[in-house]
């Protein structure tokens, strides 16, 4: 799809309510609308516990999630692995418990974008997260680790499958926040480990499927598993992309795109940016992509416009400034380049 830095967001908003959310999104985001995931209203809204649901052995307790493996998992499992074989998503939906935000989006009459998204927490970060009872991360499990990717490629394909009753063009962000500690001591994952959890999960979207990181992280890691949008915090982290332009030469060649969150999501930088100042840092942020031979009419043409991360940690009124800027940004960029 030829983009044009259209708006969309990352997912996480404010609120509690989750029509005041859906309304908020779809009267900034008309054409890439997201579904609002709402943390505040309920834990189970994390972005961990949010697709948890259904998997062998897990607990909810306070703000830990684990495997309790004092329960019988091997039944479990092997209907996890039994609806993974017959492609059965039905068996692992997204409750509304668990996303009120998504079941109120799903249920909005009379819009027509030209296209939807949706978001799932990804394999390394869900992964690293969710520990066994020992507190020992389920991603270095062989059992755990293998399933906690194909159970999530079952959510990301019940999503898809019912974000398609808006639009026909769906676009499923796999979250990964923690791959910006890749590389570090406490991640002790292979570059080939990443890439094939990351794949297993892509593997159930069968639309536009990205990948987001909110940090500095080694976008040649990412940019090895087959997915279509890069997704990254370009208000804090253009730079660290910048040292692979290569790399980012060759996704773009092969129709990628990449989705530059460049508004920001925290308060204080909000209230010293304005469109005006929001466009310089976004050119800013393409300038070494155009000296390295991209042309500048490409990157835009595969682009999308996003806030820096997800909007969660701000107040409603700096939610409802960050999608102000984004949407006049976008409609910006578009009037002077086409």
């Known amino acids: 799809m030829d983009f044009g830095c259209l708006a969309t967001a990352i997912g996480s908003m404010p609120h509690t309510d989750p029509k005041a959310a859906c309304l908020e999104v779809i009267r900034h985001l008309k054409e890439i609308p997201a579904w609002p995931q709402l943390p505040r209203r309920s834990p189970l809204e994390n972005m961990c516990p949010q697709f948890s649901e259904g998997f062998p052995g897990v607990v909810i307790d306070d703000e830990r999630i684990y495997i309790d493996r004092a329960k019988d998992l091997d039944k ?160 804090n982290y253009a730079q660290s992309l910048s040292l692979y332009p290569a790399a980012i030469k060759g996704f773009l060649n092969k129709k990628g795109v990449i989705a530059w969150g460049i508004v920001p999501n925290d308060e204080p930088s909000l209230a010293k940016e304005t469109v005006a100042s929001l466009k310089d840092r976004l050119e800013t942020a393409m300038a070494p992509f155009t000296r390295n031979g991209v042309p500048f009419k490409q990157i835009i043409s595969q682009g999308l416009l996003t806030p820096s991360c997800g909007l969660a940690s701000t107040s409603i009124e700096a939610a409802t400034q960050a999608l102000e800027l984004l949407a006049e940004l976008s409609a910006n960029i578009r009037k002077r380049y086409g």
């Not at 009459?109 to 030209?114: A, G, H, L, Q, V």
């Not at 769906?170 to 794949?199: C, H, Q």
């Open 76 to 235: 479990p499992l092997e209907e996890l692995y039994s609806a993974y074989l017959e492609n059965n998503m039905d068996k692992y939906p997204i409750t509304p418990a668990y996303a009120a935000g998504l079941h109120h989006f799903l249920s909005l009459k009379n819009i027509s974008p030209m296209a939807v998204k949706g978001q799932v927490t990804g394999p390394i970060t869900w992964g690293l997260t969710v520990t066994d009872d020992s507190k020992k991360a389920i991603i270095y499990d062989d059992v755990l680790g293998d399933a906690m990717a194909k159970f999530l490629r079952l959510k990301a394909a019940w999503q898809e499958k019912e974000l398609r009753k808006i639009s026909k063009n769906t676009i499923i962000f796999v979250d990964e926040p923690y791959m910006a500690a890749f590389g570090s001591v406490s991640m002790t994952l292979s570059k080939e480990r990443v890439v094939s959890l990351l794949n297993e999960v892509f593997g159930g979207i069968s639309g536009l499927k990205g990948v987001h990181c909110c940090g500095n992280t080694d976008w040649s890691v990412l940019l090895a598993a087959n997915f279509d949008i890069l997704s990254l915090d370009a208000y």
